[in-house]
């Protein structure tokens, strides 16, 4: 947008103090490189102040040589008696006289800029050719002040130039403001090798640490409006994708009522109070977001944080056998080991669902977090599959076996950061796996597992590589997809 052309008076002179020319009137001029803070220079700097009586414009030309200056004379006075005068002491001493000027003052020197001859303007060519280096501020001052001149009377160039002034934001895209997922781990890695800590974070907690942090630290610049955004959480039930619709606060509420599962089994209070049902998540979700009148707000992710930091205290002084604690889910239940990266898990997903809902980039967690959560699901593989079939949504066994002995057998492969290899047992969850008796192999992405297990994608969507028994891999699939809730 361009405002009115700028009136200069008829006695402005043609060049600015700093080098700049008079821009052409009613013509817009495309900002550069600032060029050196001339400006700073008193020599340049304006006068603030009125004069009283304006002076005529100094004359350029030289002054004529001056005349000696004569100054008059002290009268000669008559000499005195040296006896009556009581300075006759001094009268000895020479008296200074004014001498006169004996050459006329030299002419001033021709200054730097009356000497300058001006040469002629660059070519259309040439100009036209610098645009690119003007867009990378590479051009010398002489050559941007030239560029810009150019650009004010010649409309294709002014347009390259522009197109040009926006292609250099591409050549360095721009990055998320979250930091990498292994640099917190190896921050803490380092400061622990100079300085063991004295209560070591169990390893098994250390994921629920690392991405209660991160989801934490996106939150922290959440306003009310973000606080409010619209979130679809999406999980996998009877055989289809089911929905609902909360805002991220809502999320942060869930997520603590659910961590409050694992705050009773260690015996803290309960984030809901005494009156909260028992057991099932989602029942206790529902009662959380039932019991407010008013919309949850951002005041909810202290009481959330807080708690997280409570259960990660709680097990580094509990020692080693409190891993084996068992947690109420309703309808299972799980170790406190295993318990902890089940948080851990959620939290990544949810705070995914909440990057997508404002719009923001959020990475995976680290490979070794990342493997670790993939072991548990393709661990509660099995157990998924054998309730399936005991609900009659997989096919029946094919062959029963005793606990302990190889049964048939499919072999996921998870590629990518944290992936590796993992057996399932088809038949029984007490088979034990067997690459002898392997009837089907299933090969996705770690991300891609992840999403499925938590069910935001469906069986069929799942792009796998896909090779043998096809019953067996859809029923595996779908005992994945099984393994989320809301």
């Known amino acids: 947008m361009t405002g009115p052309a700028e009136e200069f008076p008829d006695d402005f002179p043609e060049d600015f103090p700093d080098g700049y020319q008079r821009p052409v009137s009613g013509s817009a001029r495309i900002p550069g490189p600032r060029g050196p803070a001339d400006d700073l220079d008193p020599r340049h ?25 004569r100054l008059p004379l002290p009268e000669q006075s008559p000499p005195s008696d040296p006896s009556s005068d009581p300075s006759s002491d001094r009268s000895s001493e020479p008296t200074p006289e004014a001498s006169p000027d004996p050459s006329p003052d030299p002419s001033p020197e021709p200054s730097a800029e009356n000497l300058a001859v001006p040469g002629p303007p660059p070519s259309h060519a040439v100009l036209k050719s610098l645009l690119g280096a003007w867009a990378l501020a590479a051009c010398s001052a002489d050559e941007t002040r030239a560029v810009e001149d150019h650009l004010t009377e010649c409309a294709p160039c002014a347009e390259e130039a522009l197109r040009l002034r926006d292609a250099v934001g591409l050549l360095q895209p721009e990055e998320t403001l979250d930091l990498k997922p292994l640099l917190r781990s ?42 409010h955004t619209p979130v679809r959480l999406k999980w996998f039930e009877e055989e289809r994708r089911q929905t609902r619709r909360t805002t991220v606060a809502g999320v942060i509420g869930h997520l603590l009522t659910v961590d409050g599962l694992v705050a009773a089994a260690l ?9 909260a049902p028992p057991g099932d998540p989602t029942d206790r979700t529902e009662h959380f977001w039932n019991s407010h009148p008013h919309p949850t707000t951002r005041q909810v992710r202290e009481p959330w944080r807080e708690q997280g930091h409570t259960l990660i205290r709680t097990v580094s002084f509990a020692g080693r056998g409190v891993a084996e604690l068992a947690v109420d889910y309703g309808h299972f239940a799980l170790p406190l080991a ?42 509660l593989l099995p157990g998924a599959l054998a309730e399936r079939r005991r609900a009659g949504l997989a096919a029946p066994a094919r062959g029963l076996v005793a606990a302990g002995a190889p049964g048939r057998t499919l072999h996921l492969e998870i590629e990518g950061a944290g992936g590796g290899g993992w057996d399932i047992a088809l038949d029984s969850p007490a088979a034990k796996p067997s690459a002898e008796h392997t009837v089907a192999h299933v090969a996705l992405e770690g991300t891609e597992f992840c999403q ?35």
């Not at 190896?186 to 098994?204: N, S």
């Not at 948080?343 to 980039?361: G, K, L, Q």
């Open 452 to 486: 499925l297990a938590a069910g935001h994608i469906s069986p069929e969507e799942a792009a796998a590589g896909q090779h043998g028994d096809r019953e067996a891999i859809r029923d595996v699939l779908f005992a994945a997809a099984s393994l989320s809730r809301l």
């Open 338 to 379: 295993d318990a902890f990266l089940e948080r851990a898990f959620e939290c990544w997903v949810h705070a995914w669902d909440i990057a997508e809902a404002v719009d923001y980039p959020y990475e995976a967690p680290s490979a070794p977090h990342l493997h670790q959560m993939i072991d548990l699901a393709a661990r």
């Open 267 to 275: 015996g803290l209070d309960d984030p809901l109070g005494p009156q």
């Open 45 to 69: 700097a304006p006068d603030p102040l009125p004069r009283e009586s304006p002076e005529p414009a100094p004359d350029r030309t030289s002054p004529p040589a001056r005349e000696p200056s």
């Open 186 to 227: 190896r921050v803490l890695e380092d400061c622990l090798g100079r300085r063991p800590a004295r209560i070591p974070v169990p390893t098994w907690a250390t994921p629920y640490d690392t991405e209660t942090a991160r989801l934490d630290a996106l939150l922290r610049d959440f306003g009310d409006a973000e606080w």
